[in-house]
């Protein structure tokens, strides 16, 4: 059985820093391309980063560039986000998830096929 298991969110306050991790069991995902997204309540699910399977390809939101970091580190199965300079705009549930298709990034969340069962991050101003 597949199962994503995120970790890491909490209450901070900006301008501060977490980490999200996500750690993938049941089968291997070395070769899929690993993505982020968060929604927020009232909003639809929102992508914000992927990585692909070598971490030699990233992709972000506008939204969080230059302040989010995606890595994988897939001897542990286990695909990260560092968030830097958090913003209240950054509250939501964090998700990860694994594309489905092999190739390019995909940012729309249908082309996702696993899911973890998100993290909360809540930014205080």
């Known amino acids: 059985q597949v199962q994503l298991v995120e970790s890491g969110g909490g209450l901070v306050q900006a301008g501060g820093s977490l980490r999200l991790s996500c750690a993938a069991s049941?089968?291997?995902?070395?070769?899929?391309?690993m993505g982020w997204f968060r929604q927020a309540p009232g909003k639809e699910r929102e992508f914000v980063a992927a990585i692909i399977w070598n971490g030699g390809t990233t992709s972000y939101a506008d939204s969080v560039k230059d302040r989010f970091t995606i890595s994988r580190d897939n001897a542990k199965n286990t695909v990260y986000l560092q968030m830097n300079s958090l913003k209240p705009e950054d509250t939501a549930v964090y998700y990860c998830?694994?594309?489905?298709?092999?190739?390019?990034?995909?940012?729309?969340?249908?082309?996702?096929?696993?899911w973890g069962q998100g993290t909360q991050v809540t930014v205080s101003s």
């Open positions: 998830a694994v594309q489905s298709t092999f190739g390019i990034i995909d940012y729309s969340a249908s082309a996702y096929a696993y």
């Open positions: 049941g089968r291997t995902f070395s070769s899929r391309i």
